[in-house]
């Protein structure tokens, strides 16, 4: 039986409302990825000794069995179980008890002479006394200083690790496990096992003397698959069709799914624009690594635009279609990016006219993923560029957002520059290799370069859109778009 979700849902439906409901749980386990990390309820009981008052007395029940010995009562303050040994001026044991959960212990001792007490009890400092003259009965209270709190926990499964504060102190190798020499101040608990789900709890500001009682751990505990996978951020993992969580920027989540023992569960991995990724496997109580990798959807057929409009493209508000005499163009402005609609490409050919406005340059991207957070992105500066070099050709990459981070040599570009336009730019894009070239009205062309990408994100930027934006407030238009897939050997 799978972890309860606020967002199961069957595999049966239409599809359009398990989209909504996949889109609107990704938006929890979004906020979820966000959030600080979650502590368990508090499920214990914290347990101070009570202090003795100054007046309390306790009733000696015991008689002596001779009449040369008398009654020693030895009383712990506070009231705590510990081990009283009475001993000699010469520090010879003489006797030995177990102070009860009533914290006191009786001995028969012979009369006429004092006896040096002393009293432990676990997180406590060691307290001693020197007895009165024994008579009938006698008794002495021995004061001792806490200095450690105290943390039970029972029904530990065997070989379970105990972190206080992220550090081991103790491994179950029996039902119990009692710590007693945790420094007071603020804790916080993990209860950690291969098979069961990881319990963290916060502990608060433990004082001296405390104990931390727990119910039997096997209460709290849960029996686990503890399932990491790996691969595209943002993927949905669903476990026989219930949504488990989703895979985070890194390109990595754990998930614990409940499980009491090994039985065969069908995994699926979402996301838009992939084909979805299903198997079934026997999962059983444990670790367990789980290697995704989803293969895109792509676009079959090819694009043509006149920009007689912008409906086959995600359109920033910047954007608009402008007129000249015989027809109408895209101008490109502004830094936000604009993509295909709901088309990803992997290998393909392209051109588009382009026309440098101000001269400052052009700005185009290819492989954008889904949210056009990451993709490659190219830059022209033009003869008025203020930010680059005039006349070269630029390459970023942008991943997740981020500031483009420029990743080759920039090209020179041989054409004289010395008009708007229009200019031909035309594309080949193969696996990691990106073939581009610009070429004038007079036919004369310049090579803005192949350029391979060989850094370690490579293979996250083997399919997306294609689009333009502005890098360096440059204002441009384009006309006459063609992109046509090639279909891998």
Avoid at 257 to 265: G, H, M, P, T
Wanted: aromatic share 8%; charged share 20%.
């Amino acid at each position: 039986m799978a972890v309860e979700s606020p967002f199961s849902h069957p595999l049966a439906g239409s599809a359009l409302n398990r989209h909504a409901i996949l889109s609107l749980a990704l938006i929890f386990f979004s906020l979820l990825a966000l959030a600080p990390a979650v502590f368990a309820q508090r499920e214990y009981t914290v347990i101070k000794p009570r202090a003795r008052a100054a007046t309390e007395k306790v009733a000696v029940t015991r008689k002596a069995s001779q009449p040369t010995k008398g009654m020693l009562q030895v009383v712990l303050d506070p009231v705590i179980p510990g081990k009283v040994v009475v001993t000699d001026a010469k520090g010879r044991v003489l006797d030995q008890a177990e102070a009860g959960e009533d914290g006191y212990a009786v001995f028969e001792l012979k009369r006429g002479q004092s006896y040096i007490v002393k009293a432990s009890s676990p997180g406590y400092a060691e307290a001693k006394g020197k007895s009165p003259v024994i008579k009938a009965t006698n008794s002495i209270r021995l004061q001792l200083k806490a200095q450690y709190a105290k943390l039970e926990l029972p029904g530990l499964p065997t070989g379970a690790q105990i972190l206080i504060d992220g550090k081991p102190r103790a491994t179950a190798e029996q039902n119990l496990v009692v710590l007693d020499n945790i420094e007071p101040g603020q804790h916080t608990l993990l209860v950690r096992h291969p098979e069961y789900n990881d319990y963290q709890v916060d502990l608060g500001n433990l004082d001296a003397g405390s104990g931390v009682r727990f119910p039997p751990m096997s209460t709290i505990l849960i029996k686990v698959a503890k399932l990491s996978f790996q691969g595209p951020p943002g993927a949905a993992i669903l476990i026989d069709g219930a949504l488990q969580g989703k895979i985070n920027p890194e390109g990595a989540v754990q998930i614990d799914y409940e499980l009491d023992q090994a039985s065969e569960r069908t995994i699926s991995v979402e996301l838009l624009g992939y084909q979805t990724w299903t198997r079934r496997e026997t999962l059983s109580p444990g670790p367990r690594t789980i290697n995704v990798k989803l293969d895109p959807v792509i676009t079959s057929a090819g694009v043509s635009d006149f920009f007689d409009n912008l409906s086959l493209w995600k359109a920033p508000s910047s954007w608009k279609i402008v007129s000249d005499a015989r027809n109408k163009k895209l101008e490109v402005r502004g830094e936000q990016l604009g993509l295909l609609s709901d088309k990803i490409y992997r290998d393909f050919d392209a051109n588009f006219q382009l026309w440098l406005n101000d001269g400052k340059g052009a700005t185009w991207a290819m492989r954008a993923d889904k949210d056009g957070r990451s993709y490659y992105l190219f830059h022209l500066a033009g003869p008025n560029s203020t930010t680059h070099t005039p006349k070269k050709f630029y390459i970023y990459l942008v991943k997740d957002g981020a500031d483009p981070v420029e990743v080759s040599t920039p090209i020179p570009v041989l054409l004289k520059f010395d008009q708007q336009g229009p200019y031909t730019i035309t594309i080949k894009a193969r696996g990691y290799t990106i073939t581009q070239t610009i070429t004038d009205l007079n036919a004369d062309e310049s090579d803005l370069g192949v350029w391979t990408d060989t850094t370690v994100t490579k293979d996250r930027f083997l399919y997306g859109s294609f689009g333009f934006r502005a890098l360096a407030g440059e204002v441009f238009t384009v006309d006459d778009l063609n992109l046509e897939p090639v279909k891998q050997p």
